[in-house]
């Protein structure tokens, strides 16, 4: 059950949160930028957070009591039941669960890892991982160390409306207008419009993992003039509902 840094990076979709802020300048701007704006989230589809870090366990722990117990605090429908479950360099995997008001669509266990995903802000399921670590320190001869370097990885993914949102520049307009205008010699009516901003890290100078893409797009199967839009980001749900609405009417 060990969770490799490159498998985090390539399987998982996450990237760095690290606690550095951004210069207060470009915060400033971003903050008076996004001021008035009309963006609304419609839904959290799905956030993800990881701990990354060491358990320690004491000499009389033992694991299907520790099943057991996460099985019932956190009421999960799926879990492990036989020694095939827990076995190999996999996680310990339980599924379909929840705690206070948030579902909880998986939790996985590694030997050096904590992973959570659910349709719900990330800031709740750090509340749910905090949870998990003072229940399983009260009852169970364990803790978990955080590691120093990166200890938290987050992805956020969410449904959004803004009529703002892409508007095109003059130099934009011209290039879909004559788009538009060539097709049309070969018969084909068509407007074009922007449709997708992604921003994604450069693999040289990013360290010590890949951070995933910060991605814009519209909402597959809706009409242009809905202006609905997906974003996903690899970072906590506040921070990344903070860009969108800074974005709103700068894209």
Known sequence: MILQKNRISKCCSLALDLPKMPRRSLALRLSKAGSGTKMQIVKILKSTNIRLGNAELGTDYYLPDFIAGIRERYRFFEYPT???????????????GRFDNTNINKLDLYSAAISIEAEAPTEQLDDIIEDLFVWAQSNF????????TV???????VEFSDENMFKLTDALQGATDYI???????GISAAYALNTIALVADPK???PLQPARFLIERRANTNFEDNIFFSEAPLATEKHISILKSLSGLL
């Not at 036989?82 to 379909?96: N, R, T, Y």
């Open 151 to 157: 200890s938290r990885l987050y992805s956020s993914s």
């Open 141 to 148: 001869p364990m803790k978990f160390i955080e590691s120093d």
């Open 180 to 186: 538009s205008e060539c097709l049309s010699v070969d």
């Open 82 to 96: 036989k020694a095939s479950d827990i076995s190999g360099d996999g996680p310990v995997k339980f599924q379909i």
């Open 205 to 207: 100078l990013s360290t």
